[in-house]
């Protein structure tokens, strides 16, 4: 996904910031996912562990994971992050890099998961197909697949102003003294090819008072509710349930939501 991340392997400061955006630690999907990993037993292969948000709490509940992700800066936060935890949990964890269109890692899993967005920064058809594929590979005779979606708003994706900064974040404060204040950007949409360039601009103030704009910019693609259960039938997948919200709340519910998809490999 070298061309489709926007930086986020080659930039340290996303890894270096991830864990201290409010809406990221506070992001109510950790409970969904620990119970579904209980659920459907491990081992659990996460594909975008990032930081290990996710994955940790998950190896703390006693499950066997796997976290793969595309940015050696994301996988050594995790790392470092490991390293504070006992050695029972360390030992449930293995970590990977590598391409979520493309891996092989010789064992086949009870549940994976896709959580907060990274299959859409996959921008083709071909490049779903080919994740949604090799996940398949990786799944056991009568596993599940969690991916969760935005469900795309009509009114935002057509009435935003492009160029125009927005988000009303609460600044952070990072460790070392950093202030940090984040802000988004839609820079260009394309309706046909259902892409928006997004930017995520980061004002910082140093504590000696320098100040510094770091910017990630990188394409998202938007699927609708339709495409998305195509594309996972087109992959060898059932879609067992569909949710609106991390509460399981039913698609439909509530607009715009969510698109959390909890699908069952059939046997190609």
């Known amino acids: 996904m070298n061309d489709q991340a926007g930086g ?3 930039y340290a400061f996303v890894a270096d910031l991830y864990d201290h955006v409010v809406p990221y630690h506070d992001r109510p999907d950790l409970g969904f996912y620990l119970e579904a990993a209980k659920d459907y037993g491990g081992p659990v292969l996460e594909v975008g562990c990032g930081t290990g948000r996710i994955l940790i709490p998950t190896a703390r509940a006693g499950m066997r994971i796997t976290g ?6 994301m996988l050594a936060v995790c790392r ?3 390293a504070d935890e006992p050695a029972a949990v360390r030992e449930q964890v293995d970590l990977v890099e590598g391409d979520m269109r493309d891996f092989a890692l010789g064992r086949q899993f009870s549940l994976i998961t ?3 967005r990274p299959f859409q920064h996959l921008t083709t058809v071909n490049d779903q197909l080919a994740c949604l594929q090799t996940v398949h590979r990786h799944l056991e005779a009568d ?7 935005f469900n795309p708003s009509l009114t935002a994706l057509t009435q935003r102003a492009l160029g125009e900064e927005f988000g009303d974040e609460p600044p ?3 460790p070392d003294g950093r202030r940090v204040i984040r802000r988004q950007k839609v820079v260009s949409r394309d309706l046909f090819q259902q892409i928006q360039q997004i930017e995520l601009i980061y004002y910082v103030t140093h504590p000696d008072g320098r100040k510094e704009r770091l910017l990630h910019a990188f394409p998202m693609r938007y699927l609708f509710r339709f495409e998305a259960e195509h594309l996972l039938a087109r992959a060898g997948f059932q879609v067992e349930h569909l949710y609106a919200d991390y509460e399981k709340k039913p698609y439909g ?12 490999k059939n046997v190609l």
């Open 172 to 174: 952070f404060t990072t």
């Open 68 to 73: 793969l992700d595309l940015s050696t800066h």
């Open 114 to 116: 896709i959580p907060f």
């Open 253 to 264: 519910s509530m607009y715009p939501g969510e698109l959390i998809f909890v699908a069952k």
């Open 8 to 10: 986020y392997k080659e």
């Open 80 to 82: 470092a992050r490991l």
């Open 143 to 149: 596993g599940r697949l969690i991916i969760d979606l």
